[in-house]
């Protein structure tokens, strides 16, 4: 997923009516999975060998049962966050990822008074 796909997205487009731009007249209910989750799981599995077909269905299945319930994005200074809550197979889960405006940088937080380096990748 790239950084750029998360701005301006959160859970309240997760309903949202869109213009197409290119006819100006369609409208189309789109969901978060929609937009993010499928055209990277199209993707990934057109570029999976086919000599693993069975290895390929359970992922597949697996891809399908993937629901994102909210993006976020926000920039603090120059840490960019980014946060993704989702639910695979009736697991909840969240996946956050901060990085720098320079992206060879550490992130660093303040916790009881202490610089704290945090992690660029968690997931919960």
């Known amino acids: ?3 750029d796909d998360l701005v301006g997205l959160s859970g309240d487009d997760d309903a949202e009516s869109i213009d197409s731009e290119s006819s100006g007249k369609e409208v189309t ?3 978060l ?3 993010i989750v499928q055209p990277r799981i199209d993707r990934f599995l057109k570029e ?3 000599r693993e077909e069975k290895r390929r269905a359970m ?3 697996m891809l399908r049962r993937l629901q994102l319930s ?3 994005s926000d920039v603090l200074c120059s840490e960019r966050r980014h946060s993704v809550s989702f639910v695979l197979a009736g697991m909840e889960g969240v996946y956050s990822q901060r990085s720098q405006a320079d992206p060879t940088s550490p992130t660093w937080s303040v916790h009881g008074g202490k610089f704290v380096r945090e992690p660029n990748v968690t997931c919960e």
């Open 48 to 50: 999976q060998p086919m």
């Open 70 to 72: 909210r993006c976020e």
């Open 59 to 61: 992922l597949e299945v």
């Open 1 to 3: 997923m790239d950084v």
């Open 29 to 31: 209910s789109v969901t």
């Open 33 to 35: 999975n929609d937009k």
